[in-house]
């Protein structure tokens, strides 16, 4: 083990929540006082510092979250008085992102992708001086500062009016339901599998069959579920769906738990700063070469669409 360079680990569903809850926890009914950009553009999609300028004067009235997506609804009623957090439901994560902040009055949407290296930072304005590679900087009241940290450029921050979501934000509109909150049931699960003959690892990558996962959750949840990452997607058996199905929900809702997963790289760190925890609960991801926690086997690692998988080739069938 210990390749030269490592890719970074990409920030999916457990690290945006961690994200989106500690957004909420300090953001939400504090006004935008200014809004900074580099004037770096991203390589996905340029906010310009006019679209960011909108911002200003506006409340975080919610802060959503669809797959790795953050979605922030803006409002410019002065009669809010404070915040309103959105109760997360899985019918409320059901809706189209639109029609959840139209209930909360939002007339912008603030939309942001970590990508690759990106990380969503709260300071204090006056304490803590901005990181190289800081892209966006939203002043709030209060003297703080929420801080767009991208080095890499993959991810993007774009402001729209909520009825544009779906022009402008194509991919978000074309999310399948959420890994955590999109009211999967094993006989959805079964139906989204048995529709597809690609690789299973393929499929639950899909971010328009299920959103939210990637290679690190992936592969910690077919580890649990005992399935290997390259069965056609229609050959599970109902036993095996049922699997999954309970190792999606587990792992997701104990890496949410645990607040995400930080690597070796230290790539992803949440709203204040702090690692995540769930790394230390990873069975699969990242320990290729070393002993099966079920079974004893060396686990093995496959390239695969530019990604390593891992995995085990004695108890995962
Ligand atoms: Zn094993």
């Known amino acids: 083990m210990g390749p030269a360079r490592r890719k970074p680990s990409l920030p999916e569903l457990p690290e945006v929540e961690t994200v989106a809850r500690g957004l909420r926890s300090v953001a939400l009914g504090k006004e935008i006082e200014a809004v900074e950009t580099s004037g770096v553009p991203s390589n996905r999609l340029p906010l310009t510092s006019a679209d960011a300028a909108m911002l200003v004067g506006g409340r975080l009235a919610a802060v959503l979250r669809r797959g790795k997506y953050l979605v922030a609804g803006v409002v410019f009623d002065q009669t809010v008085a404070g915040p309103e957090p ?32 990106g990380q969503l930072r709260w300071a204090d304005a006056t304490g803590e001086p901005r990181p ?57 699960l079964a139906a989204a599998l048995h529709r597809s003959r690609a690789r299973l690892k ?43 199905f309970s190792a999606m929900q587990e792992v997701i809702a104990k890496a949410v738990d645990l607040r995400g997963s930080t690597l070796a790289d230290a790539q992803y760190r949440d709203l204040f700063g702090s690692p995540g925890s769930f790394q230390n609960h990873h069975l699969a991801y990242g320990r290729a070469g070393l002993g099966c926690h079920r079974c004893g086997e060396i686990l093995q690692a496959e390239r695969f669409g530019g990604r390593t998988t891992t995995f085990c080739p004695t108890c995962q069938l």
């Open 86 to 117: 959105l109760a997360p439901s899985a019918d409320a994560a059901l809706l189209d992102p639109a029609a959840d902040l139209a209930r909360h009055g939002a007339s912008l949407a603030l939309v942001i992708h970590l990508g690759m290296s």
């Open 132 to 188: 190289p590679h800081t892209h966006l900087v939203i002043t709030f009241s209060a003297g703080y500062e929420l801080r767009f940290v991208d080095p890499r450029r993959f991810g993007f921050a774009s402001v729209v009016p909520p009825s544009s979501l779906a022009s402008r934000i194509t991919a978000l509109v074309g999310l399948g339901p959420d890994a955590m909150q999109g009211g999967w049931t094993i006989e959805s």
């Open 202 to 244: 393929t499929v639950l990558l899909d971010q328009s069959v299920i959103a939210g996962l990637g290679n690190i959750y992936t592969d910690e949840i077919l580890f649990r579920a005992r399935i290997r990452w390259d069965r056609p997607a229609n050959s599970l058996s109902l036993d095996e769906v049922m699997r999954l």
